[in-house]
């Protein structure tokens, strides 16, 4: 008989896969130089430093689009694996059957707003991302970035994004 | 008389980030800038479909807009983007390249208000449109002068 520990490792392993894939799919985040680090259902987006992310090279400091993308990309894998997950728990996808190129498509961005609350140095910069609601066609998603102090962040940003429609039914008509 | 496309040059070259996206400034001025992102392969945002990322439109939005704020017949010394709202409308067409122009639309002694759209090569309906506040920093001497 399987272990208890057993599912729970799998599925740990499969959350893994599903980021991994997702990620792939975006050569963006890999030339930004984006990683996550997941705990459970916790993502954190990293930003790892390099000078081609400067936009003021006299302070020197982050661009300001490197600053709204490094947002944004944290907010769309967050809502993506939170939908994901949300349909793997309720057997809409099985992650097992599924190839993972056929995951389902990426939330697409409606709008997004950054406040730049201070500038960012240049330095690894790290992300959070809340989901404030996920509605069937519509996500709101709010999102953080900081550097050395969690609690002075350097940048938060608001966006709405469209969902990707649901996988079709075969129908008989 | 300042060399208009030596001075475009050397504003890309400063700025990092918008050499490593080969962005292109095309026209600047008067508080207006247009520049240009070409298309490629590492600024992908979905290799299903090959359109580019929303982060490398708000790039190119950004230093656009940044670009209009330093051309501003005031001649501020700096800018910096205080906040930057960018509205999505359609996907990018993949394989064009992406062209920003932004306008100042009011610029005051601390801020400046700038809206910018962006395009592919079909001008005629915007990929995206964004509007932004920006800081005007001036010289320290020039700024405590105007505080008497």
Not at chain 1, 135 to 151: E, F, H, K, L, P
Not at chain 2, 84 to 111: E, F, K
Not at chain 2, 113 to 132: H, I, L, N, Q, Y
Request: hydrophobic fraction near 40%; glycine fraction near 8%; charged fraction near 20%.
């Amino acid at each position: 008989m399987m272990g208890k520990s057993e599912p729970k490792q799998l599925v740990e392993q499969r959350r893994d896969a599903a980021l991994a894939a997702l990620l792939q799919g975006v050569p963006y985040i890999q030339f930004m130089g984006i990683e996550f680090d997941r705990h459970g259902d916790e993502l954190t987006g990293v930003l790892r430093f390099d000078d081609k992310l400067i936009g003021n090279p006299f302070l020197p400091a982050l661009h300001g689009g490197v600053t709204s993308a490094f947002l944004e990309v944290t907010s769309i894998i967050t809502l993506s694996l939170l939908h994901l997950w949300g349909r793997i728990e309720t057997g809409e996808i099985d992650l097992e059957k599924m190839p993972l190129e056929q995951l389902p498509n990426l939330p697409k961005t409606i709008d997004f707003t950054a406040d730049y609350l201070r500038s960012g140095r240049a330095q690894n910069a790290y992300a959070r991302a809340t989901v404030a609601r996920a509605g069937r066609r519509y996500a709101s998603v709010q999102s953080t970035a900081w550097q050395d102090n969690q609690a002075k962040p350097f940048a938060q940003a608001s966006g709405h994004f469209l969902m990707p429609p649901a996988p079709e039914v075969v129908r008989d008509d | 008389m300042v060399d208009r496309s030596k001075m475009a040059q050397q504003f890309i070259q400063a700025v990092p980030h918008a050499k490593a996206l080969g962005m292109e400034l095309i026209e600047i001025g008067n508080g207006e800038a247009a520049i240009t992102m070409p298309y490629a392969d590492h600024i992908v945002g979905d290799l299903k479909t090959g359109v580019i990322h929303g982060g490398a439109v708000s790039a190119v939005m950004d230093t656009c807009c940044g670009a209009a704020v330093m051309s501003h017949p005031s001649t501020p010394t700096g800018t910096a983007t205080i906040d930057l709202r960018i509205d999505y409308m359609r996907a990018a067409t993949p394989g064009q390249s992406v062209t920003a122009r932004a306008t100042c639309y009011h610029v005051g002694r601390s801020v400046a208000f700038v809206r910018a759209t962006a395009t592919d090569e079909d001008t005629g309906k915007p990929v995206a449109t964004a509007s932004g506040s920006f800081t005007v920093e001036t010289k320290p001497g020039s700024l405590t002068e105007r505080r008497k």
